[in-house]
């Protein structure tokens, strides 16, 4: 939103419908993250491919953290304390580039390929789906990151902090229910 | 001038341009990969995707929000653009909601008449048995193509009401996201160009439900459709999201939930099912698209030839059927409601009296749209599905029936001695219901699990859908057209041309749908190029092409009836329907900000009985105001 134009109230009123808006767009996204979900039970039922179970507790443990530091960074942005917005906000960033990596690279470094039947289709698909959310919330903060170093936000108007955050949180926790759903449910096939 | 200062025109440079990017690029890394050079599916899907950011970014939807990312602030603009002509706004980016309104208007005009031009190339194939001049994947490319198109033609259709009519009707501005509006607009012009390709790169073969794993072997143009299909619902959802949070926010002073026009009602609820289910044939085309280009084995019951034996399952055809009806039942619903909330709201007006039970129409499309959640299996009966889920879909089928009879009886009632009187909005609308009444009649026989099992995928199956979205949605888009025409344009439309459209096109229809069902009854498959000579159908084939070429007919006159008049048609008068919806109380056309003043709202919205109560005052009153 532009800064200087609008008045605090409009400034208000616009902060209003912005947030339903968002919330919106994540119930929206909840039906296509349960798509990906149904569809996991639909094909693996009680069965789960042979995953690599300590990347998985480290990858999750990373992006809870992340979660953390973006908590930081949000109280930092509304206390106008621009050290912790920035550092915690540049932390999260790092973390959840962590856990990208982790993900691409360790998880889908695995011997299960996309075409290795329902579990490669699912496996890629739900990480694949979810990652693509990360790498966007991570382009998001960045952008954040860049207009708060020239100090654009303040305490009263730092709306694209919060919907960063809110977003990020949002992919976190989509992810506390991917995980269980890769990682623990159903037994391996032998 | 240039014209390269038309957004249309730089969208288009920039999906040619991005297209071949993408598929340069994806095929570069394929030889830096030591891979043999070749195009494979998968660096056309990057194609097609890179393509339309091509056309955002040309076009310039996203010029705005690229520059707040960089902290430049950019304050709205309005009004016609500098050193251009005003009828240049048409064709860029614009963010009035009457300028958006009228895109997506004009769009699904566009693709009404080539779906409909389709249809009529294959009705022409069908009328005699044996092959004339199409072969069967022409044929099977030209019927599924018409049926997505008309798909999309209603989706945007039905934008196309939701962003002119509800700021006006709730009294505000604009929508709540301008720039989200926009686009939202735009991402449905290189969507309705995929789909168009797709017949052009080796066409498609599997009716408008793309079916897996019949759509995971079909040629490329599938591919096309899959992607374009997916842009469409992204347009769905934005649109939808700032349709619900504009009549949550934005309503006027005074116009609380029971004092909307009714067609906000439907239009929330239509935005309800779309913001939500619209993610479930996204998400089960892009599965589709990902099994055609990367071997991802969601649906097919083998397993890719190169997969290796890590115990896994396959996938299964299902799934595809569960997650799309999940979204494409409820869809039908995204078209009808819109259409029937048009039918309530025009029918109090040429009929002097208040619409019967508006409250109970209120929330019949409210529980319309939640119950349409519920049913989806019921186009499931013979595909092998858990038998024991035949008679719940049964059951919550034959619901939806109640909150829809609730919308009949009321329209029954309200036109139940009034004083009617029969323009041509009025017409459609009267004809509107009586096709609707055929197309809800003909449902049940096929949501009853028993019967369904010989109705299924016969002609009758598409005499049912084609009288319930024409019923639902085309008939009611006409009669808005027609009814809004002297707001938007300031003239008035030519009634007796009017008149010679109703009377060519309802007709037609009904003959069309009656004859549709009674083929199917008689043996006709559906979806196929050729037919039995010996079922006896012959009458009803030809009948049937002539009703299409009728109401083809009937469409021209209605085309050239709005551009003549649009031109050089009398004047109207700025409420020639003596209305009581606010955007009747201000001028035609309607000016740039539509209200001077936000108006007050102080009374019901369809007391037409009682000459002196007011719904909206325009000057407002201090003491009103809440
Ligand atoms: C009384 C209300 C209705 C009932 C009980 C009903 C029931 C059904 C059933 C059971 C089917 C599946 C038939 C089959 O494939 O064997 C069907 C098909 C269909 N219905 Fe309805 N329907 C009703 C109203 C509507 C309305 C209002 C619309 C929308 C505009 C609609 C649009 C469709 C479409 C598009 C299909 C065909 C889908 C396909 O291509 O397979 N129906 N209907
Ligand atoms: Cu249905």
């Given at each position: 939103m532009s800064v200087a134009t609008t008045t605090l109230s409009q400034y208000r009123a616009q902060l209003r419908s912005n947030r339903l808006g968002l919330w919106l767009f994540f119930i929206s996204e909840l039906f296509l993250f349960g798509g990906l979900l149904i569809s996991r039970?639909?094909?693996?039922?009680?069965?789960?491919?042979?995953?690599?179970?300590?990347?998985?507790?480290?990858?999750?443990?990373?992006?809870?953290?992340?979660?953390?530091?973006?908590?930081?960074?949000?109280?930092?942005?509304?206390?106008?304390?621009?050290?912790?917005?920035?550092?915690?906000?540049?932390?999260?960033?790092?973390?959840?580039?962590?856990?990208?990596?982790g993900v691409v690279i360790f998880e889908w470094g695995g011997e299960i390929r996309p075409w290795d039947g329902a579990f490669g289709a699912i496996l890629y698909g739900m990480t694949g789906m979810h990652a693509l959310h990360v790498a966007s919330g991570i382009v998001l903060i960045l952008i954040?990151?860049?207009?708060?170093?020239?100090?654009?936000?303040?305490?009263?108007?730092?709306?694209?902090?919060?919907?960063?955050?809110i977003y990020w949180h949002y992919v976190d926790v989509v992810w506390i229910f991917f995980y269980p759903a890769i990682y623990l449910m159903g037994t391996v096939p032998t | 001038m240039t014209v390269l200062s038309l957004g249309i025109v730089?969208?288009?440079?920039?999906?040619?341009?991005?297209?071949?990017?993408?598929?340069?690029v994806s095929v570069a890394v394929r030889v830096a990969m030591g891979l043999p050079l070749e195009v494979k599916e998968g660096a056309i899907v990057v194609g097609i995707l890179v393509g339309a950011m091509g056309f955002m970014i040309g076009v310039g939807a996203l010029t705005d929000w690229s520059k707040w990312m960089l902290g430049i602030?950019?304050?709205?603009?309005?009004?016609?653009?500098?050193?251009?002509?005003?009828?240049?706004?048409?064709?860029?980016?614009?963010?009035?909601?009457?300028?958006?309104?009228?895109?997506?208007?004009?769009?699904?005009?566009?693709?009404?008449?080539?779906?409909?031009?389709?249809?009529?190339?294959?009705?022409?194939?069908?009328?005699?048995?044996?092959?004339?001049?199409?072969d069967n994947h022409t044929y099977n490319t030209i019927m599924s193509t018409h049926g997505i198109a008309m798909i999309a033609a209603m989706l945007v259709g039905v934008g196309a009401m939701a962003n002119y009519l509800t700021p006006l009707m709730i009294g505000t501005s604009d929508m709540v996201f301008p720039r989200l509006n926009a686009f939202g607009f735009w991402i449905n012009v290189p969507a309705a160009l995929l789909i168009g390709?797709?017949?052009?790169?080796?066409?498609?073969?599997?009716?408008?439900?793309?079916?897996?794993?019949?759509?995971?072997?079909?040629?490329?143009?599938?591919?096309?459709?899959?992607?374009?299909v997916f842009l469409i619902g992204l347009s769905s959802i934005l649109g939808s999201i700032n349709v619900i949070v504009t009549v949550l926010h934005r309503r006027t002073p005074g116009m609380h939930f029971f004092r909307m026009p009714i067609f906000v009602w439907s239009v929330l609820a239509t935005s309800i099912i779309a913001f939500s289910a619209t993610q479930l044939i996204g998400l089960s085309f892009l599965m589709v698209s990902a099994e055609r280009a990367l071997g991802m084995t969601f649906f097919s019951p083998v397993l890719s030839p190169g997969a290796v034996a890590v115990g896994s399952p396959a996938g299964q055809v299902?799934?595809?059927?569960?997650?799309?009806?999940?979204?494409?039942?409820?869809?039908?619903?995204?078209?009808?409601?819109?259409?029937?909330?048009?039918?309530?709201?025009l029918l109090p007006v040429f009929s002097r009296k208040p619409l019967f039970g508006y409250k109970w129409v209120a929330l019949s499309s409210m529980a319309i749209a939640l119950m349409g959640f519920f049913v989806w299996g019921h186009h499931m009966f013979t595909s092998g599905m858990l038998e024991g889920l035949r008679i719940p879909f049964m059951v919550t089928t034959m619901l939806i029936a109640v909150p829809t009879g609730v919308k009949f009886f009321s329209w029954i009632a309200t036109l139940w001695g009034g004083k009617i009187s029969l323009q041509t909005p009025m017409l459609f609308v009267l004809g509107a219901i009586s096709i609707f009444l055929i197309g809800g009649l003909t449902g049940p026989p096929n949501g009853v699990s028993v019967s369904d099992l010989f109705l299924h995928d016969t002609y009758y199956i598409v005499g049912h859908f084609h009288a319930a979205m024409f019923g639902g949605f085309i008939f009611p888009f006409i009669a808005a057209i027609y009814y809004w025409f002297p707001k938007i344009t300031g003239r008035m439309y030519d009634e007796g041309l009017g008149k010679l459209h109703f009377w060519l096109m309802t007709p037609g229809f009904w003959l069309q749908s009656l004859a549709m069902a009674r083929v199917g009854l008689l043996g006709m498959r559906r979806r196929i190029a050729d037919w039995d000579p010996g079922l006896g159908i012959e009458?009803?084939?030809?009948?049937?092409?002539i009703a299409g070429f009728a109401i083809g007919i009937s469409m021209l006159i209605f085309l050239a009836n709005l551009i003549i008049s649009a031109v050089r048609g009398r004047v109207a008068s700025p409420n020639p329907w003596q209305s009581r919806s606010p955007e009747f109380q201000i001028p035609s056309p309607i000016p740039e900000h539509s209200y001077a003043q936000p108006p007050v709202i102080t009374g019901e919205p369809y007391d037409y009985a009682e000459p002196d109560s007011v719904y909206v005052s325009m000057s407002p009153a201090s003491s009103a105001a809440d």
């Open positions: 039970f639909y094909l693996w039922g009680g069965t789960r491919p042979d995953l690599d179970q300590r990347l998985g507790l480290i990858v999750t443990s990373i992006l809870l953290l992340s979660s953390f530091f973006m908590y930081l960074a949000e109280v930092g942005a509304e206390h106008e304390n621009r050290r912790l917005f920035l550092f915690s906000l540049i932390m999260t960033a790092l973390l959840g580039t962590a856990f990208l990596l954040v990151a860049y207009n708060g170093l020239r100090g654009r936000y303040t305490a009263e108007r730092h709306w694209g902090v919060e919907a960063c955050a | 730089r969208g288009l440079a920039g999906q040619l341009i991005g297209s071949a990017l993408g598929i340069g602030e950019t304050p709205l603009r309005l009004g016609p653009p500098e050193g251009k002509p005003s009828w240049t706004r048409y064709f860029g980016v614009d963010y009035s909601h009457k300028i958006i309104g009228i895109q997506y208007g004009v769009t699904s005009m566009v693709l009404l008449f080539l779906a409909g031009l389709l249809a009529l190339t294959f009705r022409v194939e069908l009328t005699t048995p044996g092959l004339q001049f199409l390709t797709s017949m052009y790169v080796g066409g498609w073969d599997t009716g408008w439900t793309a079916y897996a794993p019949l759509s995971v072997n079909a040629p490329l143009g599938m591919q096309f459709v899959l992607l374009g299902l799934l595809f059927q569960n997650l799309f009806w999940f979204y494409s039942h409820p869809a039908v619903y995204v078209f009808i409601l819109p259409g029937l909330g048009i039918i309530s709201e009458t009803g084939q030809l009948m049937i092409t």
